[in-house]
Each structure stands twice: as structure tokens, then as C-alpha cells.
């Protein structure tokens, strides 16, 4: 009964291709966030959705794009990958925006781009 | 802006005492929520404890508690009696509100190891 889960685990690529990481929750949750962890451990939001829309783009390269099929998935598609992306993508989602609302996360995405 | 300050990098503790781990926060927002989370070396990211700004209670979850002192605007988290299982990355979080939308913003982490 996974609550929250991503597709793949692990993503090792080369540079310039283009990747894509799935999302899913069963929680019935209406928003959904992507994070991106560094190296240095360091966590910092790219993206939030509630209901499908986009409310949250923390100035992340236009290279990212989400997109919410519906209030259950976000997937994450990335064009032209560079070095610097190697990082690990958390999806995390949380019910209606407002109040004491706890994120759950993702087990995560671990990309590693050569 | 707001911000989270974890500023022990690296805490040991001895199995079966008790460790606190320090976070502070700025905002200027009277309304806020601050979270702790677990990572342990598999990479998950655990939720631990929620403490709401106007709770007029410490929250508290089974080992954990957290210290909550408004007026210094710090949300210390308190785990009594160490397991093993405990060593891992703690991180604080403060619920950032952005329109419809709440963020996470996280402090930069203390990792934990809980010597046998």
C-alpha cells in the first residue's frame, strides 16, 4: 500500500538526453510538490500543484517540466539533462492547501547524469 | 523571507539517552507550521512530528518531542532513549505559504549517529 510512490528509483543517463520521472499517491491528496535534494544533502522545492494546476515554479530552469494528468500523478520531464541535475527528486504530496497539512514523500529518484 | 537554521551539522549520542537537535526560524508570518523529518541511509524521507505555530501544547509523538520556544523561534527536536535505528539525517522544515500552495522550506540538515 504504497502511499506515495516514483518511478524509476534510479536513472543514470548522459548528458543532453531527455528523462522523465513518474509520480503517483493513493492518498487523495490534492497537492502534489516536486523537491530536488543535492549533494549536500540540501532540499529546495521546484514545483507544486493543486488540482492539476500549477501554483509553485521556483525558478527552475525551463529545461523541467511537470505535468499533472490528473490530481493522483506529477510527473517531472527533463530535455537536455546536464551535470548539474544529478541530484535525488523527491514527489511529495499533501491534502487541500490550508491548516496543519503534513507532505509525504516519495521514497525518491536518484539521477545521475555522465 | 523565511528561513530554517540547523546548525549542528553532525551529533553523536549514546544507545538509550536522549539528544536534542537544534533548529531555529525566521519569519515574519504569525501563522506557521514547522515539521521534523527522518532520512535514514535508504534516502526516504520520514515525517516525525508538527508543531503549529498558536498550538498551545509541545507536540509530542511516541520518542519524540519537540521544544517549542516562540519567543526565541526555536523547534528543537527531542528524542528520548536512542535506538540504533535512529542514526540518520534530521531535518526541520517551516511551512512557507505561496498562494494556493504550501512549500517546505528546509534547514540544511543534522545528521545523527546513535553509538552502541
Known amino acids: 500500500d504504497t502511499a506515495v510512490s516514483q518511478t524509476p528509483k534510479y536513472l543514470v543517463t548522459q548528458m543532453g538526453n531527455d528523462k522523465s520521472i513518474k509520480c503517483e499517491q493513493n492518498l487523495g491528496h490534492d497537492t502534489m510538490y516536486w523537491y530536488k535534494q543535492d549533494s549536500k544533502k540540501f532540499l529546495k522545492i521546484m514545483f507544486s500543484y493543486n488540482n492539476k494546476e500549477l501554483i509553485i515554479n521556483e525558478t527552475v530552469p525551463n529545461r523541467f517540466s511537470p505535468k499533472s494528468p490528473d490530481k493522483a500523478h506529477l510527473n517531472l520531464h527533463i530535455n537536455s539533462l546536464e551535470l548539474g541535475d544529478s541530484a535525488v527528486y523527491f514527489c511529495a504530496s499533501s491534502p487541500v492547501s490550508g491548516g496543519r497539512e503534513t507532505q509525504y514523500f516519495g521514497p525518491g529518484t536518484r539521477l545521475l547524469v555522465l | 523571507a523565511q528561513k530554517i537554521t540547523q546548525t549542528q551539522p553532525g551529533m553523536f549520542v549514546q544507545e538509550k539517552e536522549a539528544v536534542t537537535l537544534d533548529c531555529t526560524y525566521d519569519t515574519s508570518d504569525p501563522s506557521y507550521g514547522l515539521f521534523w523529518y527522518k532520512q535514514p541511509s535508504s534516502g526516504e524521507m520520514i515525517f516525525l512530528i508538527y508543531?503549529?505555530?498558536?498550538?498551545?501544547q509541545n507536540a509530542t509523538e511516541g520518542r519524540y518531542s519537540l521544544n517549542f520556544q516562540k519567543a526565541r523561534k526555536s523547534a528543537n527536536l527531542v528524542i528520548s532513549a536512542s535506538q540504533l535505528g535512529d542514526s540518520a539525517m534530521y531535518f526541520c522544515?517551516?511551512?512557507?505559504?505561496?498562494?494556493?500552495?504550501?512549500?517546505?522550506?528546509f534547514g540544511s540538515g543534522t545528521r545523527l549517529l546513535v553509538r552502541p
Open positions: 508543531q503549529g505555530s498558536y498550538d498551545q
Open positions: 522544515a517551516m511551512r512557507d505559504k505561496t498562494d494556493s500552495s504550501y512549500k517546505l522550506i
